[in-house]
């Protein structure tokens, strides 16, 4: 007999806590690697393709932006929250600049047609540090997130490969 889609749900269910019973719930800082991709120089901690964490409804990185850079330019729907934890620089968001400094966040509204992105280091000597996260929209929205995922510009570091 062929199951109905309630058993089918329960399944999920009971798939899903077998998988977090094993999953982490600390993801140490020199476990991650860095990467070089078209928005910047990233750690992931948190990412939906990341599959043993114990929380994969949010997306979590840290990224370094080298002095006087910028990072990759980007159209996302918005709900973005960046920590600047060192250097100072400023991000356009949308064509309007915002100047930063370390210990200031930078938070992208939610907008119903998307916003375009960039942050830049002011710095010629020093890198940006920062983290941001945001809630895990691709996995519930789908990857355009109702609003459009585009990478419009590479960061200057990064080579196609």
Request: aromatic share 10%.
């Amino acid at each position: 007999m062929a199951k109905d889609l309630l058993e089918k749900l329960l399944e999920k269910r009971d798939a899903w806590r077998k998988k977090m019973e094993g999953a982490r719930s600390l993801i140490r800082f020199s476990d991650l690697k860095w990467e070089v991709n078209k928005h910047g120089k990233i750690k992931w901690y948190l990412h939906p393709d990341i599959e043993d964490i114990a929380s994969p409804a949010h997306l979590f990185f840290m990224q370094e932006i080298p002095p006087g850079s910028r990072s990759g330019k980007q159209k996302v729907q918005g709900g973005i929250v960046h920590h600047i934890l060192e250097g100072e620089g400023y991000t356009i968001v949308d064509g309007v600049k915002h100047d930063w400094e370390a210990g200031d966040v930078v938070a992208l509204p939610f907008l119903p047609d998307g916003l375009e992105y960039q942050h830049y280091n002011s710095n010629p000597e020093k890198p940006v540090m920062l983290v941001a996260a945001m809630p895990n929209f691709f996995d519930i929205f789908g990857v355009d997130m109702g609003s459009g995922f585009e990478q419009l510009e590479a960061c200057p570091e990064y080579q196609a490969g």
